[in-house]
């Protein structure tokens, strides 16, 4: 499959975007221009590690991890990510109110949707098993599915009277012309 074909390809970028996609691809800094990610699943990552090794000046090795259980904890900082997840879930939950009004209730639910997408594209998408007895992913999941549930109705009344005040503003140029 050829660059053009491929979904997952990567496009040109500068330094710091090339280091955000590392990042989001779940690679992590081991050293100095040095970066190492678990090869789950296993066809993606080696997939992952053609594209950076064709775009960049380095090369890739598969091999065996040769670190203990608590470096590679350290090396995602999976107890900060757990961590972190739970005072988010605390924090949506605490949004669960009733919203002033609909447009105040739209604005409210691109808050905390943004903070959500940001926390999980710093998820670097290990198995479950790496993850053992944390929750913290699924404790944020579930307090923002509550908070949608909650919220999403009083801000679809919000859009819908945007659509509605669009429709009557082009309704009323179409008579016009």
């Keep these: 499959m050829d660059d053009a074909d491929n979904p997952f390809a990567i496009a040109p970028r500068t330094e710091r975007e090339a280091l955000a996609s590392l990042w989001f691809d779940a690679w992590r800094p081991v050293g100095p221009s040095v970066f190492a990610r678990p090869a789950w699943p296993c066809p993606w990552?080696?997939?992952?590690?053609?594209?950076y090794a064709a775009h960049a000046p380095g090369f890739c090795v598969r091999g065996f991890w040769v670190a203990g259980p608590v470096e590679?904890?350290?090396?995602y900082d999976l107890r900060g990510l757990d961590s972190e997840r739970s005072r988010l879930s605390a924090w949506i939950g605490r949004r669960c109110v009733s919203a002033?009004?609909?447009?105040?209730?739209?604005?409210e639910?691109?808050?905390?949707?943004r903070r959500v997408a940001q926390l999980i594209g710093h998820d670097p998408r290990l198995p479950p098993a790496?993850?053992?007895?944390r929750r913290g992913m699924h404790e944020m999941?579930?307090?923002?599915?509550?908070f949608e549930n909650h919220l999403a109705p009083q801000a679809r009344k919000f859009m819908d009277k945007c659509i509605d005040g669009r429709q009557a503003v082009n309704i009323g140029l179409a008579r016009k012309i």
């Design 141 to 146: 999941v579930d307090a923002f599915r509550r």
């Design 109 to 113: 639910r691109l808050k905390v949707g």
């Design 100 to 107: 002033k009004s609909p447009q105040a209730a739209f604005v």
């Design 45 to 51: 990552a080696e997939d992952s590690a053609r594209q």
């Design 72 to 75: 590679f904890a350290a090396l």
């Design 130 to 133: 790496v993850w053992g007895s």
